[in-house]
Nanobody
Framework: VQLQASGGGLVQAGGSLRLSCAVS???????IGWFRQAPGKEREFVAA????????RYVDSVKDRFTISRDNAKDTVYLQMNNLKLQDTAVYYC????????????????????WGQGTQVTVSS
């Protein structure tokens, strides 16, 4: 499985960006997640979506600002980021958890076996 992330860039605070993650193959029980790593900090969970039923989960700090979605026809997952804040500056990674059966959401990155390359998001004041 391969993942290709894109869409990062430089944006002013309050602005928007949309990240894309193209996935080479999908299965109904897969979860696709977005993680981020800010300078000097550990990588953290941001959002995830279940391919089977489109249910979603977010970290509290991005709720009501970020939206994760998927396009089945394109095997692509998006992260729409609105009202960006300085603290959203990070390298963003998409990742895939290849579950074989329905599983509850997890924020543990160790269960995401496949990772795309990171894409830099920089929010300026």
């Amino acid at each position: 499985v391969q993942l290709q992330a894109s869409g990062g860039g430089l944006v002013q605070a309050g602005g928007s960006l949309r990240l894309s993650c193209a996935v080479s193959e999908t299965r109904s029980n897969y979860h696709i997640g977005w993680f981020r790593q800010a300078p000097g900090k550990e990588r953290e969970f941001v959002a995830a979506i279940k391919w089977r039923d489109n249910t979603r989960r977010y970290v509290d700090s991005v709720k009501d600002r970020f939206t994760i979605s998927r396009d089945n026809a394109k095997d692509t997952v998006y992260l729409q980021m609105n009202n960006l804040k300085l603290q959203d500056t990070a390298v963003y990674y998409c990742a895939l958890a290849p579950f074989l059966r329905p599983e509850p959401f997890t924020t543990h990155e160790t269960l995401y076996n496949y990772w795309g390359q990171g894409t830099q998001v920089t929010v300026s004041s």
